[in-house]
């Protein structure tokens, strides 16, 4: 982890798969970002093979999870970068289908314990969020454009995908909450470092972080617990 400039940094390249093994018994790989045990979220990016089902399932945790690339299919749907998966506590979701390798981030608050199950539940709480669906918005900043994710029904979290014009320029600024953003697309260059896809940026509540520029353009998606 790199510390500059107010942010605390993740480097994809620097980061660890780890294996994992599903409660089905078939693997995929992640690379956690941060274990934020102050907000009981934990980020990471998770990777799953080609031709992979995730079998219905429950958890007590709930999971704002977004398609990074490749795609995946639920209930019909195909999804696509951008694209989320809201997985409420305690209610059955899937099978998820991933027909291609891919490629998800995970925001995940409380327990990860997975079991499999037959059937839905009687409500149907969970989501599928199709970014393409939503306009982009000039965003709070001012120095991009910006459309909401996911604002309820997981909590405090709020999860935004962000996208920045060739050499647009984030201002220092503070939050009264945690935030931390992942590069989708382009890249951001912070303190005379550059970072690129899949890099991870944390800044904790309260901290100003730095200048932030972006010679080339990035899309990036933006997570907050207000």
């Not at 979290?157 to 984030?170: D, H, M, S």
């Amino acid at each position: 982890m790199l510390k500059i400039a107010g942010f605390e940094i993740v480097r994809i390249a620097d980061t660890p798969w780890q294996k994992r093994v599903r409660f089905d018994g078939r693997e995929s790989r992640f690379a956690m970002y941060n274990d934020d045990l102050e907000n009981g979220l934990r980020m990471s990016i998770v990777e799953y093979p080609l031709g992979s089902v995730e079998p219905r399932h429950v958890h007590p945790g709930t999971h704002a999870t977004t398609v990074v690339k490749g795609r995946a299919i639920i209930d019909g749907l195909t999804l696509k970068p951008l694209d989320c998966i809201l997985g409420p506590s305690h209610e059955p979701h899937g099978p998820l289908e991933y027909p291609d390798s891919c490629t998800l981030f995970s925001c995940f608050q409380g327990s990860n314990d997975h079991s499999e199950v037959k059937q839905l539940g009687s409500e149907r709480h969970y989501r599928l969020i199709q970014a393409d669906t939503l306009a982009w918005q000039t965003s709070e900043s001012g120095a991009g454009v910006g459309k909401t994710l996911v604002d309820h029904g997981a909590g405090r979290l709020l999860l935004r995908a962000v996208k920045f014009a060739p050499g647009a320029k984030l201002a220092p600024q503070s939050h009264p909450f945690m935030r931390a953003s992942l590069i989708v697309e382009g890249g951001a260059m912070i303190g005379g470092e550059s970072f690129g896809v899949w890099d991870f940026l944390y800044q904790r509540r309260g901290v100003e972080h730095g200048p932030v520029h972006f010679p080339d353009g990035a899309t990036l998606l933006s997570v907050a617990m207000r």
